[in-house]
């Protein structure tokens, strides 16, 4: 019982975290819910975003001053761009597709 209470201290705490929307959540959110981006990179996203508008895509985000391909294939299942759940993205990306 012990080691399981010390081996959940010491998982980090992103681990659990929900999806993040990276056009909407602010720099503290962003930190928290996504590995490798602590505050200075989540304020370049905020930033960026800012003065070059919403994010599209993943590969958007590349062009963000310190985030590269390695740390979005790191966190791409937990970022999202609308408030549309993940799963309904993906059937409205393929019914666009079909027509």
């Known amino acids: 019982m012990k080691n399981l209470f010390l081996i959940?201290?010491?998982?980090?705490?992103?681990?659990?975290?929900?999806p993040v929307n990276v056009n909407q959540a602010d720099a503290e959110t962003i930190s928290e819910s996504l590995n490798g981006i602590g505050p200075k990179k989540?304020?370049?996203i905020v930033q960026y975003r800012?003065?070059?508008?919403?994010f599209e895509s993943l590969?958007?985000?590349e062009n963000v001053s310190g985030i590269g391909e390695k740390t979005?294939?790191?966190?791409?299942?937990?970022?999202v761009f609308t408030d549309?759940?993940?799963?309904?993205?993906k059937s409205e990306q393929?019914?666009?597709?079909?027509?």
């Open 8 to 18: 959940l201290i010491l998982l980090p705490l992103n681990v659990f975290a929900a």
């Open 72 to 79: 979005i294939k790191a966190n791409e299942k937990d970022i």
């Open 84 to 89: 549309t759940p993940a799963e309904k993205q």
């Open 94 to 99: 393929v019914s666009n597709k079909a027509k």
């Open 42 to 44: 989540a304020q370049a």
């Open 50 to 54: 800012t003065e070059h508008g919403n």
């Open 59 to 61: 590969k958007d985000l």
